[in-house]
Nanobody, 124 residues
Framework: QVQLVESGGGLVQAGGSLRLSCAAS????????MGWFRQAPGKEREFVAA????????YYADSVKGRFAISRDNAKKTVYLQMNSLEPEDTAVYYC?????????????????WGQGTQVTVSS
């Protein structure tokens, strides 16, 4: 079992930056691929970024490529999402997810564990 707790969300102006954190419980964090998803009001949850167990492989949605960066610290059992050049379209609840795999899943069904989410609001 893995429990995930996100933090770092908030209100920011367009062009600004935020860093989200996701703290995980459990002894085998380093064995899990981690992902970030987001869900805007009235829309389906969508993939944002994912990183493999070692941190050496990552994958991004086209909409955030070049602006967001995912990283992890296995010693701290934490995954991060650095978000730069934020746009109003990035406004959503951001969710952290985990799954036991060596790959880098980019789909909702690819993840077994989910956090409660943290709100990110970007004003224009």
């Amino acid at each position: 079992q893995v429990q995930l707790v996100e933090s770092g969300g908030g209100l920011v102006q367009a062009g600004g930056s935020l860093r989200l954190s996701c703290a995980a419980s459990g002894r085998t964090f380093s064995s899990y691929a981690m992902g970030w998803f987001r869900q805007a009001p009235g829309k389906e949850r969508e993939f944002v970024a994912a990183i493999n167990w070692s941190g050496r492989s990552s994958y991004y949605a086209d909409s955030v490529k070049g602006r967001f960066a995912i990283s992890r610290d296995n010693a701290k059992k934490t995954v991060y999402l650095q978000m730069n050049s934020l746009e109003p379209e990035d406004t959503a609840v951001y969710y952290c997810a985990a799954t036991y795999t060596t790959g880098v899943p980019a789909t909702f069904s690819g993840y077994a564990y989910w956090g409660q989410g943290t709100q990110v609001t970007v004003s224009s």
